[in-house]
């Protein structure tokens, strides 16, 4: 079936050229889940920042890909049909790295009314994201947390080094960009989740 393939580094994803974008989570998708542990294993998301920080310690000047994420485009809204995990998990990322980072991100759950009100708080300088959901009730929102307690505890603490990174993580890592028809979306999604 149709659909078109490029490479796109990270800020060209999250930060096109051709105005904001909505990355839109529909409602199909199952809940966040990469800061899930099982037993001692790295989780997903320390894994994502291992092999980058390695990459990015290792071949600053190389560029670095990340797997596709699949999309519909409809107007300006980018519907993350594969890449839900792998964009929510950027996003929190830069976030630990700098707040403004996503200020211009937009990152909606659209069925999720809670974990969508934690991932826009998120841009609030007064916002206490541990105070939100205090005793973990909502899944989403506890492995949001857990996300930003993993993520935070790789990350290099000077500030000089967190800036380079922010630049390599902008400019040398890539990912495939996947559209395709809406028509296929759903086919798609369980074809990839089956």
Request: hydrophobic share 35%; net charge negative; aromatic share 14%.
């Amino acid at each position: 079936f149709h659909m078109a393939t490029n490479f796109k580094t990270l800020k060209e994803y999250l930060y096109p050229d051709n105005g904001k974008k909505k990355f839109i989570i529909p409602n199909y998708q199952r809940g966040y889940k990469w800061s899930v542990r099982n037993g001692n294993e790295e989780t997903s998301v320390e894994y994502l920042l291992s092999s980058v920080l390695d990459a990015f310690h290792n071949n600053p000047d190389q560029q670095y890909f990340l797997q596709g994420v699949t999309v519909v485009e409809d107007g300006d809204n980018i519907i993350l049909i594969d890449g839900q995990q792998r964009t929510t998990t950027i996003y929190l990322l830069l976030w630990c790295l700098r707040r403004e980072n996503i200020k211009d991100i937009n990152l909606n759950y659209s069925i999720r009314t809670q974990s969508r009100d934690f991932i826009a708080k998120l841009k609030d300088p007064n916002f206490d994201y541990l105070t939100f959901d205090e005793d973990n009730k909502i899944q989403d929102i506890f492995y949001f947390k857990e996300a930003i307690k993993q993520i935070s505890d790789k990350l290099p603490t000077e500030e000089e080094e967190r800036v380079k990174f922010l630049d390599y993580l902008l400019n040398k890592i890539s990912l495939l960009y996947i559209v395709i028809s809406q028509s296929k979306a759903i086919r798609t999604f369980t074809m990839m989740n089956g």
